[in-house]
């Protein structure tokens, strides 16, 4: 009988404490694999993909979100809202795209597409209560973007976990990451495969304590 | 055609509010020149320049490359003696420390840097 009361009492407080759904951005350059990484946790947590990850850059044009992704790790759940935001460059040339193989007005089109989906990502960096910022571990790290997010996020007080993702391929560098941005936690993973996906998951519930 | 780099001391930005001071930067770069900048832009101010950079991006204008010499305080978590010492500067300098370069991407193809050194590498299709 106490139990039961005691049961029902927390389960009263619990709704006072809920919180709104944290939202968990993924931010990055293009083709660092944000999007990639996405479907991997919407994969293995609700059971299908977020959206198309693609080889050529700005596949992402607009933001994806998934509501109420409940991840659990080490007999802990976590639920938020995931939100998977457009590639973040200085430059878009639609004639990178027309090398893919894409015709004229559809790669104008793309590229159209693609600065709105900059703008876009910018603006949502408000909205956020953490981030995940996916870097291609095989390129360098001192690019002007990744500098410019990850100094946004900082002057916004929002908690960060570097990811220096594509750890499966020969020129992956974390070391490299880890130089850049020794004040942030970094971990490397293989979105596409797999790799420390359950360290990252571990990171997770760190990242939005 | 000559590669045009113009200098920009910090006095000609200083009295200018952000707005500004970003279409000012943007001006030069949509004259096919490459911006050497005393000091650098805020965290704000680099996500405004992108974000005015993608509003004016078109078939002839693919957007800028731009890297910056003493960043890396800008991703430093801050302690609140940090924060005291940056205020402290910022008094004296504001954000004349550093150095920005912006150039065009028709130009500029990449840059590429580390903490000691700025590569620029030039577009072979410069118009």
């Known amino acids: ?209 | 055609m000559p590669l045009i780099m113009q200098y920009v001391p910090y006095e000609e930005l200083s009295y200018l509010d952000s707005d500004k001071r970003i279409q000012k930067l943007l001006k030069i770069v949509k004259q096919n020149k490459v911006v050497l900048m005393e000091g650098t832009l805020s965290s704000q101010e680099e996500a405004d320049l992108i974000e005015a950079t993608m509003e004016i991006v078109d078939s002839k204008f693919k957007g800028v490359e731009i890297s910056a010499f003493n960043p890396m305080e800008k991703v430093t978590k801050k302690t609140p003696q940090d924060q005291l010492k940056k205020i402290f500067i910022n008094l004296i300098w504001g954000r004349r420390r550093g150095l920005t370069v912006i150039g065009p991407a028709n130009i500029i193809k990449d840059i590429r840097r580390d903490p000691k050194s700025i590569q620029l590498f030039l577009s072979n299709r410069r118009k």
């Open chain 1, 1 to 209: 009988m106490i139990q039961k009361f005691k049961d029902f009492f927390f389960s009263i407080l619990s709704i006072f404490n809920q919180k709104k759904h944290i939202k968990l951005g993924i931010y990055g350059p293009p083709n660092g694999g944000k999007t990639t990484l996405a479907n991997r946790i919407c994969q293995d947590w609700l059971g299908e993909a977020m959206g198309e990850a693609s080889s050529i850059a700005h596949e992402t044009r607009e933001i994806q979100q998934k509501e109420k992704v409940q991840v659990e790790s080490n007999g802990k759940k976590l639920s938020f809202n995931l939100i998977d935001t457009p590639g973040i460059a200085t430059k878009i040339d639609y004639e990178d795209f027309i090398k893919k193989g894409m015709k004229k007005k559809e790669a104008q089109g793309r590229a159209k597409e693609a600065t709105k989906g900059v703008i876009e990502a910018i603006k949502w960096l408000d909205n956020m209560d953490a981030v995940l910022v996916v870097l291609d571990s095989t390129k360098n790290p001192y690019d002007q973007v990744n500098i410019t997010i990850i100094g946004n996020l900082a002057a916004r007080d929002i908690p960060v976990l570097i990811l220096g993702n594509k750890t499966d391929l020969k020129r992956s560098n974390l070391k490299k990451i880890e130089a850049a941005f020794p004040q942030y936690p970094v971990l490397g993973v293989s979105a596409e495969y797999g790799d420390n996906i359950e360290d990252f998951y571990k990171e997770i519930f760190k990242l939005v304590k």
